[in-house]
C-alpha cells in the first residue's frame, strides 16, 4: 500500500497550493444543552491548481463543513484557509459550488438558473454573457431544455443545471457537496463519466465530497479520507490511475482493486464507530 | 364543478383523492361529475318539490331558488344590495391586502418585528372575527364601514402570517446557493426571498377570500340595512326563502370565483407553481 | 405556512420556534412593546384627550369593566350558555365529522361522489344559513347548537377525510401483514394515523363554531355572552364591550391551546410541517 500523508509546510516549495488549509477546526454551539460541537479538528490540505481532490468519509464526518469553509460559508473557529494566498473571509468568485440538493430557483427557467451567478456578480453587462450562459447550457447537454422549470427535470437534469451554473460563473475552483448523492445509480455513473471529462476539459480544480468510496476512486486524483468524532483527516492517498478512467476499465485493475478494498476498511471502521458511538 | 378538482392545486401531490380522480381523463372526470350534479338536483327537487319529505320553506327545491333568482333580479333588489356587499368586500380585502404584505414582510425580515408582530397577530387570527363585529358598528355606525372593518380584519391576518411564515422558510440551501454566487443582501432579498414567498402570498389570499367572505356576510347579517345579508334577513323574515338561497348561492359564487381569480393570478404572475409546489 | 392539501383543506403551519437561550428577551420586548401601546392608548384617551372616552375608553376603564364582569353571575350564566351550546353542537360535529370524514376517505366509491358535495359545502360560507336556522328552530338554543354543529362538522368532516385518504397503504399491510384486521385494523391502524388530521379539523370547528354560536346570539334570543356583547355595544358602553371581545380573545385562544396541547399529548409524533410537505 503506498499511501502518502500530506506534507504538513511545504509552502516554500514551487507551485505555492491554490487552497492551503491550515490546522481549521469549526466547532458550534448546541444551544439547548449549552456543550459545544466539534465539528472538525486540525485539518491540514493543500490542493495544486488543476487537481481533482475528492473527500470521502461516513456522514456526520465533518466533510460538508469543511467544504463551507472553503466556500466561505462558514467561519473557521480556529486555523486559516488561504485561496491563491490569500485568506477566505466569504464566498467569492474565485469559487463555485454544486449543491448536493441542486438548490436551484424553482422560479427560475434552466437558462435563467444558469445565469443566476452572472447576474448576482454584476456581470451581466454588454454582449456575450448570453453565448456562454448558452454554451454552458450545451455543454453538460441540456440544450432544447433552457426555458424549463427545475420540477419538470429529473434530479439528474436538474444537477445538470447546477453544473452549467457552476461552470459559468468560470471559478478557479469547484467545490462539489456530494454531487450524485441525490441522483439514481444509472444517472449517477453516466454523469460521473461527463463530470470527469468536463473537468479534464476545462482543467479546473476540483474538491469532490463524496461517501462513495468508487466515486472518491475514479474521480479522484488524491482521495482525503475523513474520520468522525471529531471530524479529521485520517488519511490521504494518491490514486495513481491512469485517465481517463471509467468503472468497466479500471475494474480489473490491481491498484484500482487495492485501493477500494484498503478505503473500505478504512470506512467500515469509521462506520462502525460512529454507530457505536450514536 | 370540476374544475374545482382539476385544477386544484396541490391535488395530485399526496396522492388521495386528486390522485385517484386524475386515474380518469379530465372529460371523464367532468361527465361523471356532471352526472353527480343532476342526479342530485333531480334528488332534491324530488324530495322537497315533489314528495314535499321537506318543508321547502326551509329548504326550497331548485327550480324554487332558480325562480327566487329571477324574482331579485327583475323586482331590481339584487344589483343595489349585490354592488354595495361587493364594494365593501373589496375595499376591506384590498386595505388588508395593502396592510399585510408589507408588515408580513417586514416580519420576514426583522427578527424583533416577528417576535412582537407574530404573538399579536396570532392571538387575533384566532379568534373569530364576528368577536369585533359589535365595536365595528359602534365605531363605524350602519353603513358600509363595520363590514369594510370585518372584511379587513378577517382577510388581514391569513395573509401576514402566510407572507411571514414564506419568508422564514425560504430554503436555506437557496440562500446559501445565493451567497455562493455573490448576491448582496439586497439582490437576496430580491432574487431568493421574495420569489419564494410569492406561492405562500397566493395561499394567504385565497384563504382570505374564504375569511373575508365570512366576514361580509356576518357583519352584513346583524346590523346592515343593505347589502346580501340584509337582503338574506329580509326574505328570511319574510318567508321568502327561495330569494334568500338564491342570495347565497350568489355569495357562494363570488367566494369561489375570487378563490379561483387568485388562482389564476397566481399561474400567471408565478408561473413555476402550475403543476403543484415541491 | 399555509398549505392546501389532498382535500382542498386549508391551514397556515405556524413556524416551529427555535428554543434559545435568548428567547426570553423577546417575551420581554413583547411585554415592553404592549405596555408601551396600553400607556399610549392611556394618554391619548384620558390625558390629552385626543379621542372621546365615550368611543374609546382607555385601557384602566377597560380594566375595570373586565373586573366587573369576572364577579358579575349574569356574565357567568350567559358564559355557561354560550359553553354548553357550543359544546353539545361540537360534540355532535366530532362524532359525525369523524365518522363520515372516515368512511368517505375510507371508501373510494364515497369518494368520488360525496366528497365533491362535500367540498362544495365547506367551502361555501354557511353563516350565510344562520337566519334560515332561527326561522326554522326558534330563538332558543336549538337552533343555535343546529348552527354551532352546521359550521364546525365540515372542517372535521373534510381533513378526517384527508388523513384517512393519507394513511399510507404500507402501513394499513403492516397491519395486515400482523394479523390485524376488520375493526382492530380501524382502532389500531387507521384511528391513530387520522387523528392529527381530525384534529386540526376540530380546531378550525371549534373557531368556526364559536362563529355560529356568537351569529346566533345576534340574531335573536336573549342569552349568551354574544348577546351580552351586542347589549353593550349597543348601549354605548364600550368598556363594557371591550372587556367583552376580550374575553372572546381569551376564550379562543384557550380553546386553539387546549386542542393543540391535547394533539401534542395524543399524537406526539405528529410534524404539522412533515404532513404538510413544507420545504
Known amino acids: 500500500m503506498t499511501t502518502t500523508t500530506e506534507p504538513r509546510h511545504h509552502e516554500a516549495s514551487p507551485p505555492a497550493p491554490l487552497i492551503s488549509v491550515r490546522d481549521l477546526s469549526v466547532t458550534y454551539d448546541v444551544a ?86 452572472l447576474e448576482m456578480q454584476k456581470a451581466l453587462k454588454g454582449e456575450g454573457w ?149 | 364543478m370540476s374544475t374545482f378538482l382539476a385544477s386544484g392545486p396541490n391535488l395530485g401531490r399526496s396522492g388521495g383523492v386528486g390522485a385517484w380522480l386524475a386515474g380518469l381523463s379530465p372529460a371523464g372526470k367532468a361527465g361523471v361529475l356532471a352526472v353527480e350534479v343532476v342526479v342530485m338536483l333531480v ?17 326550497p327545491p331548485p327550480t324554487a331558488i332558480w325562480q327566487g333568482f329571477v324574482e331579485l333580479v327583475s323586482s331590481g333588489v339584487l344589483w343595489p344590495n349585490l354592488l354595495i356587499s361587493l364594494q365593501a368586500w373589496l375595499i376591506g380585502f384590498v ?97 431568493v426571498y421574495l420569489p419564494s414567498t410569492v406561492p405562500f402570498l397566493f395561499a394567504g389570499l385565497r384563504q382570505a377570500v374564504v375569511l373575508a367572505t365570512i366576514g361580509m356576510v356576518v357583519a352584513e347579517l346583524s346590523g346592515s340595512a343593505i347589502g346580501m345579508g340584509a337582503l338574506i334577513i329580509k326574505s328570511v323574515n319574510t318567508y321568502q326563502t327561495d330569494q334568500a338561497f338564491a342570495a347565497i348561492a350568489i355569495i357562494v359564487a363570488w367566494s369561489v370565483g375570487m378563490a379561483q381569480l387568485v388562482t389564476l393570478v397566481e399561474r400567471w404572475v408565478a408561473p413555476w407553481t402550475r403543476t403543484g409546489r415541491r | 405556512m399555509s398549505v392546501t392539501s389532498a382535500t382542498g383543506t386549508m391551514r397556515i403551519v405556524r413556524p416551529r420556534r427555535v428554543v434559545r437561550r435568548d428567547e426570553a428577551k423577546w417575551t420581554w420586548l413583547l411585554i415592553g412593546v404592549i405596555a408601551v401601546i396600553l400607556l399610549v392608548w392611556e394618554a391619548a384617551v384620558s390625558w390629552l384627550h385626543l379621542v ?52 368517505v376517505g375510507w371508501s373510494p366509491v364515497l369518494r368520488f361522489t360525496v366528497a365533491p358535495f362535500l367540498w362544495l359545502l365547506y367551502s361555501t360560507p354557511k353563516v350565510a344559513l344562520a337566519p334560515l336556522f332561527i326561522l326554522g328552530l326558534g330563538l332558543g338554543s336549538e337552533s343555535k347548537i ?85 347589549y353593550a355595544a349597543y348601549q354605548f358602553e364600550m368598556a363594557e364591550a371591550i372587556a367583552m371581545v376580550i374575553v372572546m380573545v381569551i376564550i379562543a385562544n384557550l380553546t386553539l391551546l387546549l386542542i393543540s396541547t391535547l394533539r401534542r399529548r395524543l399524537a406526539p409524533w405528529y410534524d404539522d410541517r412533515k404532513i404538510a410537505g413544507a420545504p
Open chain 3, 146 to 230: 343546529a348552527l354551532v354543529f352546521l359550521l364546525a362538522v365540515f372542517p372535521i368532516i373534510l381533513n378526517t377525510m384527508e388523513g384517512a385518504v393519507t394513511v399510507s397503504p404500507s402501513l394499513v399491510n403492516a397491519g395486515r401483514v400482523y394479523g390485524v384486521n376488520g375493526l382492530a385494523l380501524g382502532w389500531k391502524v387507521i384511528f391513530p394515523a387520522t387523528l392529527p388530521y381530525s384534529l386540526s379539523g376540530i380546531q378550525r370547528g371549534a373557531a368556526l363554531g364559536f362563529t355560529g354560536e356568537v351569529l346566533g346570539e345576534f340574531l335573536g334570543g336573549t342569552g349568551g355572552l354574544g348577546h351580552l356583547l351586542e
Open chain 2, 95 to 191: 386595505v388588508a391586502a395593502v396592510i399585510a404584505i408589507p408588515v408580513g414582510l417586514l416580519m420576514g425580515t426583522s427578527l424583533p418585528v416577528d417576535r412582537v408582530v407574530g404573538p399579536i397577530a396570532w392571538t387575533i387570527y384566532a379568534t373569530p372575527s364576528i368577536a369585533y363585529q359589535p365595536l365595528a358598528k359602534a365605531w363605524f355606525g350602519f353603513g358600509i364601514g363595520p363590514v369594510v372593518f370585518l372584511v379587513a380584519i378577517s382577510a388581514l391576518f391569513p395573509i401576514l402570517l402566510n407572507v411571514a411564515a414564506g419568508m422564514r422558510t425560504t430554503n436555506p440551501s437557496i440562500i446559501r446557493a445565493g451567497r455562493v454566487y455573490g448576491a448582496s443582501r439586497t439582490q437576496l432579498y430580491r432574487s
Open chain 1, 130 to 278: 448570453r453565448d456562454r450562459v448558452q454554451e454552458a447550457i450545451e455543454m453538460v447537454g441540456l440544450a432544447g431544455f433552457e426555458s424549463s422549470y427545475p420540477r419538470e427535470l429529473s434530479g439528474g437534469m436538474q444537477q445538470r443545471v447546477g453544473l452549467a451554473r457552476a461552470f459559468v460563473a468560470e471559478p478557479r475552483i469547484l467545490l462539489m457537496d456530494e454531487p450524485l448523492g441525490a441522483v439514481d445509480a444509472l444517472t449517477r455513473e453516466v454523469m460521473r463519466d461527463e463530470i470527469d471529462k468536463l473537468i479534464q476539459k476545462t482543467g479546473k480544480t476540483v474538491l469532490f465530497i463524496t461517501h462513495s468510496i468508487e466515486e472518491a476512486i475514479l474521480l479522484g486524483d488524491r482521495i482525503v479520507v475523513f474520520k468522525s468524532h471529531p471530524g479529521a483527516i485520517k488519511e490521504v492517498i494518491e490514486t495513481g490511475l491512469e485517465r481517463p478512467r471509467s468503472e468497466r476499465s479500471v475494474q480489473h485493475d490491481p491498484r484500482f482493486l487495492e485501493l477500494r478494498d484498503h478505503l473500505w476498511e478504512a470506512l467500515q471502521g469509521e462506520a462502525t464507530a460512529a454507530a457505536v458511538s450514536k
Open chain 2, 43 to 59: 334528488v332534491w327537487q324530488l324530495v322537497v318539490g315533489v314528495f314535499g319529505w321537506i318543508n321547502p320553506v326551509f329548504l
Open chain 1, 32 to 117: 439547548r444543552t449549552g456543550k459545544r460541537l466539534i465539528a472538525i479538528e486540525g485539518v491540514d490540505l493543500d490542493v495544486h491548481e488543476g487537481e481533482f481532490v475528492t473527500v470521502l468519509g461516513p456522514s456526520g464526518c465533518g466533510k460538508t463543513t469543511f467544504m463551507n469553509v472553503v466556500a466561505g460559508l462558514v467561519k473557521p473557529t480556529t486555523g486559516t484557509v488561504l485561496v491563491d494566498g490569500s485568506p477566505v473571509t466569504g464566498p467569492g468568485p474565485d469559487r463555485a459550488v454544486v449543491f448536493q440538493d441542486y438548490a436551484l430557483l424553482p422560479w427560475r427557467t434552466v437558462f435563467d438558473n444558469v445565469k443566476f451567478g
Open chain 3, 52 to 103: 372621546p372616552e365615550a368611543f374609546l375608553p382607555p385601557p384602566t376603564a377597560v380594566a375595570a369593566s373586565f373586573a366587573q364582569l369576572m364577579v358579575d353571575p349574569e356574565f357567568w350564566s350567559a358564559f355557561a350558555y354560550s359553553l354548553s351550546n357550543v359544546v353539545i353542537g361540537l360534540v355532535l360535529a366530532v362524532v359525525v365529522g369523524v365518522v363520515v370524514g372516515l368512511a
